[in-house]
Every structure is written in structure tokens, then in C-alpha cells.
């Protein structure tokens, strides 16, 4: 017996079909990994210490947090600096996004930013710092409130051509887009935990000479 070729064209989509749709319903319930939360250690190109995990744990009462933006991560915050480094020499710069995160849990209202810019010798000068701000010893000079945390370093790395003999300033600057939870007097330590966490990860990256004058454990007791 013989079939008309459309007929046989039928039979043969109805008994693909099932093989067709498992293949595409494979693997649908795997998770996006682009998307959801994430926990502190995976904030900021993996920048943030312990330490400073728990400090961006405590200005925001959450434990799982996503990224609006990752920024243009460690390599690229170092690429955009020794660029504009290499166009203008040790002077200010435009700010490059480290990471934008935000709490993912109900309740939490965090919302922070940090970024980097070259820096020159008068803004990284110490004195004449707002009052509100808090002083501290770290670097070239470190600022740090309830909502923002500013800190200064040098870099002399051979990616930077030049900076032996004039050693790039680079400015941190981390700023609170919303009130940060917890205590308001336990603040500034941890924004300028996170923030020195994280510069010191770029001065890695960047090869700074001693690591910038940075350390992972700085003692964060204010200066007179």
C-alpha cells in the first residue's frame, strides 16, 4: 500500500515531535546564572575580604545581594586607569564602576557603588576634609562617614609608564545610595572596610609596588 507524500510527511512530524520537545526541555529548570542573588564573596569581581563581607553584610542587614551592574570589574577598572594614566599622566580622570549592588532581600534597602578615578597631588593632600568626615591612616589619605567612604593611594607599577619617578593617585570612592542599615556608628568603619578591601585588589591587579601602600587587616582607628 502507498501513502500520498503528504500524509507521510504527517506521520513523520507527529513522531518527531515528542524527541524535538524533550531535547528543548532539557536542562529548563537549570537556574540563570546571570540573574538571582549572590553572596557577598561574589560581589565586586570577587574583590571583598572576609572582613569586608561582613561589613557590606552589616550597612545592610542581608546576607544574598545582586550586582544592577558588575561594573567593568578588577581588569577593567585597571585597563580604563593605566589608559587615562598613559592620555593625561597623574591627573584627575573620569570615574570607572567597580560594581553597583543592592540587596536582593525584602527589607534591606542597600544600594551602594564604588568607583575609581586618577586622582592629583591636592585633592589626595590631607587637610581641609569635611568635618563629618572621619580621618584614618590608610594610604595616602582615607575619609569615611555613615554613607560614603573616600580613600587615597599611590601606584607605581610598570603598567604605568612613568610612575617611578611619579606615581599615579588613584581615588576609591564608596557611596551609599540609600541610608545603610545597622549601627550608624559602626558605619564608617565598615565602608572604608569594603573600600580598602577592594582597592587593594585593584593595586594587585594594577602591579602597584607594594600593593599600594594597602594592607588587608589596616587598623581603621580614626586620626587625630
Known sequence: MTFPVR???????????????????DGKDEPDQSKGSASSKQLCDGALSADSGQAIE???????????SSGDGLQGVARSLVEDYSNQGATTAKDHTLCHVYSSQSGSGLDLEITYSLADEKSAAVGGEDPEFAKY???RKALADTDKAVLYNECASKKLSGSASAPAIIRGQLKHRTEPEGNPQKAPV???????????????????EKDGQLVDKPALTPAS
Open 58 to 68: 552589616a550597612v545592610s542587614g542581608a546576607k544574598e545581594f545582586s550586582q544592577v
Open 7 to 25: 500524509q507521510v510527511g504527517a506521520v513523520l512530524l507527529a513522531l518527531l515531535t515528542p524527541l524535538v520537545l524533550a531535547a528543548c526541555d
Open 137 to 139: 591612616k590608610i594610604g
Open 190 to 208: 565598615n565602608n572604608l572596610t569594603i573600600l580598602n578591601s577592594a582597592s587593594l585588589a585593584l593595586a594587585k591587579s594594577l602591579g602597584c
